[in-house]
């Protein structure tokens, strides 16, 4: 059993109307039915699951979702995965498009559910606005990134692209530089950011301009990170949750070469996963540092 995509995140929210305006209006994303208890369910740009919302008291992270590859049935995965001794369950029909899924914890507890394929929903809505290509990455801090790390290596079948140092780590389960990214902090557990792939620089341009037209500021960006390349853009939702807007992102196509295709603004070449140095390079190679907004 393998990882091969990020398939959805699930958000707690104690704005959920704000919210569900944030997610449908502003980001563009597709309302999809189903799924009951009064949450909300968003697909990119499609009718595949990827942002649900939940209200609750106490907004953050509720879950990831991931699609696996496996010949095997999703009770032969719970049986495997309780050999390894990682406890795992079945659990059905709670989101919409996901009949059936294994429910596990990661390192930090935090719930991580796993299934093979997730089946299109009608889609309710759609509005325009930013219109995502897809969820990117989601981005956690955690108590031990290293711990984290290997528990993804070894249970979920990730690799790793890059390390800041040995507290950052960003790791892929296909061809993208970085699906999850987990960042050890002594006292943030949870969410760091949520990502979106938007298609190119001109569509972050766009979203800047929507993003601005709305009064929502940009919390830093738009820059280019070191450590995957991409062009970013970072901003609240109405929760408090960063999210960024992205694009470019290194891609690793073969993963036999064990290095990223080639682009002019690489360090190195070839560009090859490696450990960097806490530098403004690895943070935005256009120099400009994250405000002390971005880090409360
Ligand atoms: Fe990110």
């Known amino acids: 059993m393998r990882v091969t995509k990020l398939g959805f995140i699930g958000l707690n929210s104690s704005r959920i109307d704000d919210a569900r ?20 369910h968003f697909g990119c740009a499609g009718s595949e699951l990827s942002v649900s919302l939940m209200p609750d008291v106490t907004p953050g992270l509720s ?6 590859t496996t010949e095997k049935s999703l009770k032969e995965v719970v049986a495997d995965l309780r050999g390894d001794g990682v406890s795992a369950s079945i659990r059905t029909d709670f ?5 059936e899924v294994v429910e596990i914890k990661d390192p930090d507890g935090n719930p ?6 997730s089946e299109l929903q009608e889609v309710v809505k759609t509005a325009p606005g930013i219109r995502p290509n897809k969820l990117g990455h989601v981005a956690l801090f955690v108590e031990d990134a290293p711990r984290h790390a290997k528990f993804f290596t070894d249970v979920l079948g990730f690799r790793w692209s890059d390390w800041l140092e040995d ?9 993208d530089h970085h699906s999850m990214n987990f960042m050890t902090d002594e006292k943030k557990r949870g969410l760091f950011h949520v990502a979106f ?11 800047c301009d929507d993003l601005g037209a709305r ?4 919390l830093w960006g738009p820059g280019r990170h070191g450590m995957g390349h991409n062009i970013f853009t970072y901003h609240r939702d109405p929760d408090g949750n960063i999210v960024e807007l992205f694009c470019d ?13 080639p682009r002019p603004y690489h360090e190195d070449f070839p560009q090859k996963p490696k450990v960097w140095p806490r530098s403004k390079r690895a943070a935005n190679s256009w120099g400009v540092m994250a405000p002390p907004a971005f880090h409360e």
């Open 112 to 117: 991580l559910y796993l299934y093979t394929c």
């Open 95 to 99: 989101l919409p498009g996901l009949s």
């Open 21 to 40: 305006a944030h997610y449908l209006d502003v980001l563009g994303m597709s309302l999809l039915g189903g799924g009951g208890r009064d949450g909300v």
């Open 249 to 261: 992102l290194d891609r690793m196509s073969d993963e036999s070469l064990g290095a990223f295709d």
């Open 63 to 68: 879950a990831v979702g991931y699609e696996i």
């Open 215 to 218: 009064d929502i500021p940009l």
């Open 197 to 207: 792939e938007l298609q190119d620089w001109s569509h972050i341009g766009r979203a």
């Open 167 to 175: 507290s950052f780590v960003f790791m892929r389960c296909n061809a």
